[in-house]
């Protein structure tokens, strides 16, 4: 017995052989008093964690607090890949987001590999305090913790039919993770510290519509990266209709071209400056996963602006694993089940 578990800016998921659970990785804190408060929330059955007198909603419920009253601040445990050293209660959260996705051990002491970003190419940032805290949660719910770079995690998913050979990118809320692969070896890892997050409060600077609305928008079906509609007339480029939602969808797409380029930018630089990467004597694939890349239109949009970059890779294709947003918790099992 197993269990994968991806440790995302916006999602933890858990996956084990038959069942696979997801989380929002968020917390909304309720003023009032505590007592009446926690009445409440047990009352409508909403999980919760209480830490110094206040009390703190978690996972998916906060989330759709915050769309409902508007002026709520949607809160994170995590930011840009790693624990947020800004919420004070960000880690008393994780550890109920974590116990409740785990529950208890099948066996004492039974295997959990868990996912880790990669060390950004771009951020002077280091992993490792949040790797060790994560651990510690992990060992405290009575299993025995193991790490994985996510990329890696990714590839061991979508690259089975290629021998573990080519590309893999994560692309996540709060970072994306990379992973140079031959033949089940990883010849480069790296993250940058831009992902799903970088759109969502970008376009919310632009339109003046929340972030946590942005969020919302982007992930609703009608939006599409390649029907954004603008009109250019003799005062320049406009939405043709000037609604929140078009002029948002319009913003998403301009910004997750900008998230594209700049992760295509630093993937050429990798190629050119690190001497471990190989010599693949075949065109490889790049295979691509994370709820970042699960808006419509996606694959088409970066294959677009793949070929109009000049990356030094003999390509077989571009893809999305399948199931994109579970795929790096079920790489995590497929490690743990390995023993």
Do not use: W
């Not at 505590?34 to 009390?55: G, T, W």
């Not at 590999?113 to 990669?118: A, E, L, T």
């Not at 320049?236 to 910004?255: L, S």
């Amino acid at each position: 017995m197993a269990v994968g578990l991806d440790c995302g800016t916006a999602f933890y998921i858990a996956a084990r052989e038959d069942v696979i659970r997801t989380e929002r990785n968020a917390f909304l804190t309720i003023d009032g008093d505590a007592s009446s408060v926690k009445r409440m929330l047990l009352r409508k059955k909403i999980p919760f964690v209480e830490r110094n007198k206040r009390v703190h909603i978690v996972g998916k419920h906060a989330f759709e607090y915050a769309q409902i009253f508007g002026n709520s601040e949607l809160k994170r445990p995590m930011k840009s890949g790693l624990l947020n050293p800004t919420e004070r209660d960000a880690l008393p959260v994780l550890k109920g987001i974590i116990g409740s996705l785990l529950g208890d051990p099948k066996k004492e002491g039974e295997l959990c590999v868990y996912c880790v970003p990669s060390k950004p190419i771009d951020a002077e940032s280091l992993v490792d305090y949040h790797e060790d805290v994560l651990a510690n949660i992990i060992s405290s719910l009575g299993y025995t913790p193991r790490s994985l770079p996510e990329a890696n995690a990714l590839a061991y998913e979508g690259l089975v039919d290629d021998d573990l050979t080519g590309i893999s990118i994560s692309m996540g809320a709060g970072m994306c993770n990379l992973s140079i692969m031959y033949q089940g070896i990883a010849a480069s890892n790296f993250s940058v510290s831009k992902g799903g997050d970088f759109i969502d409060e970008h376009v919310s600077m632009d339109t003046g519509v929340p972030t946590a609305k942005c969020q919302y928008i982007k992930e609703d079906p009608s939006t599409n990266l390649g029907n954004a509609k603008v009109k250019f007339d003799t005062d320049g480029p406009r939405v043709v209709d000037e609604t929140d939602q078009n002029n948002v969808q319009t913003a998403i797409k301009t910004y997750y071209g900008v998230l594209i380029n700049y992760l295509l930018a630093n993937l050429s630089k990798r190629f050119e400056a690190d001497n471990n990467i190989p010599n693949f004597p075949e065109p490889v694939p790049i295979i691509i996963g994370g709820g970042t890349s699960m808006v419509p239109g996606f694959i088409e949009y970066f294959t677009k602006k793949y070929n109009d970059s000049n990356l030094p890779i003999d390509l077989k294709g571009i893809s999305q694993v399948p199931d994109p947003h579970n795929a790096v918790a079920k790489g995590c099992l497929s490690e743990a089940l390995l023993g």
